[in-house]
């Protein structure tokens, strides 16, 4: 059981739009930044949003990153195939001392 | 180009130690805090433990506090983990992450990842 919460699915057609969603609490997201990673098969992560919602460079624009409250929200606009894949929501736990990790989504583009 | 490289994962039996190191090149290691993160086969991803650039500041995910031990020699350009009192739970990629400022959750280059299995 994963401190922070993300559907293990979510799938979309090409050119669609799709949100992930984070939900935790007020001792990770509510108080720190959230960062969101993708994970293609057999490869390690990539950062994809830090802060919350910056992109580094190098990260199209389609993808963007929110937050609002104790849940923050990964976007992907104008879906590609090469888009499907696994995508992980991370925060620093205050109560914890430590990095927490969302279970993961496994992103399906139709 | 930056780098990280993993080595030192293996099969080991349950009980059993492993040390698992990480050679950074082509930035200034000294200045940077480092992480472990694993993943278990098929599973999401798990932060291990943290390390300052200094090695004054470390942490760790509780299912590991008193069994591994995380360190770092800058004058080498490598990160070691230490681990002690395996179980099979342990089974996983470990991966070595550069933290960017002072964030342990904002990872910006990830290394290829060493596996480690433990078995009987």
């Known amino acids: 059981q994963s401190v922070l919460t993300q559907p293990p699915s979510a799938s979309g057609t090409p050119g669609q739009r799709v949100t992930i969603s984070c939900s935790g609490s007020?001792?990770?997201?509510?108080?720190?930044?959230v960062y969101w990673y993708q994970q293609l098969p057999g490869t390690a992560p990539k950062l994809l949003i830090y802060?919350?919602?910056q992109r580094p460079s190098g990260v199209p624009d389609r993808f963007s990153g929110s937050k609002s409250g104790t849940s923050a929200s990964l976007a992907i606009s104008g879906l590609r195939s090469e888009d499907e894949t696994d995508y992980y929501c991370?925060?620093?736990?205050?109560?914890?001392?430590?990095?927490?990790f969302g279970g993961g989504t496994k992103l399906t583009v139709l | 180009e930056v780098q990280l490289v993993e080595s030192g994962g293996g099969l080991v039996q349950p009980g059993g130690s492993l040390r698992l190191s990480c050679a950074a090149s082509?930035?200034?290691?000294?200045?940077?805090?480092m992480d472990w993160v694993r993943q278990a086969p098929g599973k999401g991803l798990e932060w291990v433990s943290y390390?300052?650039?200094?090695?004054?500041?470390?942490y760790y995910t509780d299912s590991v506090k008193g069994r591994f031990t995380i360190s770092r020699d800058n004058a080498k350009n490598s990160l070691y983990l230490q681990m002690n009192s395996l179980r099979a739970e342990d089974t996983a990629v470990y991966f070595c992450?550069?933290?960017?400022?002072?964030?342990?959750?904002?990872?910006?280059?990830w290394g290829k990842g060493t596996t480690v299995i433990v078995s009987p």
């Open positions: 991370a925060a620093w736990d205050g109560s914890l001392s430590g990095v927490v």
């Open positions: 390390i300052d650039s200094s090695s004054n500041i470390i």
């Open positions: 007020s001792s990770n997201i509510g108080s720190n930044y």
């Open positions: 802060s919350d919602n």
């Open positions: 992450a550069r933290v960017v400022s002072r964030s342990a959750t904002w990872l910006d280059v």
């Open positions: 082509g930035f200034t290691f000294s200045t940077y805090n």
